[in-house]
């Protein structure tokens, strides 16, 4: 795949491409760093910048890891183990790729919390490789370093979001970034010579849809897009069945692990895709609309914060800057976008594509299941995540946006591409860390486990009733040797019991420790085992109160005391 000119070349409406824009660059005078090696300094630069900035956000949290993290954590360990999971335990979809990365650094390093949010680090390097790649193609190699700036240093909510072991959503839009990447190699070609070996990018476009298939729903969004890139170019695509079979074959490949599970469980994991058995209800999507555009996207761009106010001032100084530069865009490819009503790319651009794919993903949000939940749950933040893949074209537009002002009035597209840093910036440091790494369900977790590990340990329990999002942190930071289990949320709120092993240990406990997460004192468990005659042990520690009575009180009876922690 080679680099195609500059996306935004207002004398060039064709649709087709010419020579790389840097190839006819001259060589540079003999001891001056070539122009290809300064690129390499700053984009080495960058990346490094983007891994400072992660560390320091998740040291500031003392590497912080929530219940579902600490979940795929303690799958990497039974991998070492001998097991082999395909999915998160206990559901059907979202692949364990983290795990057995994991497990690799487990293997390498040992079971650390730093070491498990170091595979986030291998997963930065690689979206931001598929971004660099893909802004290339279609903007050109300036337009690629300034995206990957805006991907290394990128709104505080975005890195929360993509930067934590909760599921491989990052690695499938990096896999959709690729399938985009091809299908605009398909689409607008880099010569006016037909396309060769067309067979070969739809065999790679399905394996990546496969492969992402098994990893996060969210490939879907990218498949649909390139499909749709794909017939608009040539809509006899699907009765070619040489381009359909390789695509299908490949898709096979990358979707092995699925596959194989769906075979042996009675295909539930596309019962679940295909809401066999749920029930849907009609959503008032205007209102799933504005909550999109009124919390979704602007958390995304980095002009709203989840967790701090941005001040008035700024907040709409960056919203202005972000404005200015996408109009930019649309005003210079508007041709192209119109092309789309009549279903042709005659004066498209690769850039246009990147649009396209904004489209189809809010479409998807709104009118999918996503959208019901978000304003089913207001509560809390229980679908934003699924905006995030707007991060792998958002930065490229905004780069061929300071590229086209630039041309205007010289000075201000990096001006306005600074505004926006500094607002994204501007995030980490008014939102308070232990929040931005908590989970989105539960914001109730203590920075550290160390006070609890010793005072169960100075209490002899290996066994705990706790509220699982802290009873799983806690069994991480243990290795297991702690069992901790939940049994508020499996009889209250009929759960999924992600780890039956741990909870059988706690049930067969003789005398299992009550573990409250709260910074109260005084809780409701204690007149009731005064009440029953019940002696116990307490100790208080930071963000936890333990509770041991001296015999076995089972849960059933004291259920009513457990959600206090809710």
Known sequence: MREGPHALNPRDTTGTAGPPADATAPSPPAGRIPRGSTRHLILAGLVLAGIVLRVWSMARANWMIDGDEATFGLMARHILQGERPVFLYGQPYMGSLQAYLGAVFFALFGMSRAVFKAVTFIEFLAFAASVYLLARRVAGSRAAVIATAFVALPPVYVLSATARLWGPLLDAMTLGNLILLLAIDEAYPPSVLPPRRRWVRYLLMGVFAGFGFWLHGQIATYVAAAAIILVLHDKRVLIRPGLIAAALAGFAVGAAPVLEFARTHEYTTFHHLLGVGAERQGGDYVEIAKFFFRVNLPRVLGVANAWAPIPYWLKHLGAAAIAVLVIAVVVQRRAGFLDWLRL????????????????????????????????????????????????????????????????????????????????????????????????AYWRNLPPSSEELVAAL???????????????????????????????????????????????????ESPRPAYVFTTDQTDLPIEDWLDAQGIAYDKRVVSGYVVIHPHERVDPAEVVDFLGYDW
């Open 457 to 507: 340990d100075e209490l002899g329990v290996d066994a705990v009733w706790m509220n699982h999002w802290a009873g799983k942190p806690l069994m991480f930071d243990t290795e297991e040797r702690i069992a901790a289990a939940d049994y508020y949320d499996l009889a209250i709120g009929h759960g999924i019991d992600r780890l039956p092993a741990a909870t059988a240990r706690v049930h």
């Open 344 to 439: 042709s790319l005659r004066r498209g651009r690769p850039i246009d594509a990147l649009f396209l794919f904004c489209g189809v993903l809010t479409l998807s949000f709104i009118f999918s299941s996503f959208g019901e939940l978000a304003l089913q749950f207001q509560t809390f933040d229980a679908t934003g995540r699924y905006a995030i893949p707007l991060v792998s074209v958002v930065p490229i537009i905004l780069a061929a946006g300071i590229l086209q002002v630039e041309r205007w009035v010289r000075g201000l597209g990096w001006a306005l591409g600074a505004v926006i840093l500094v607002v994204s910036l501007a995030g980490y440091v008014t939102a308070p860390p232990e929040q931005v790494w908590q989970s």
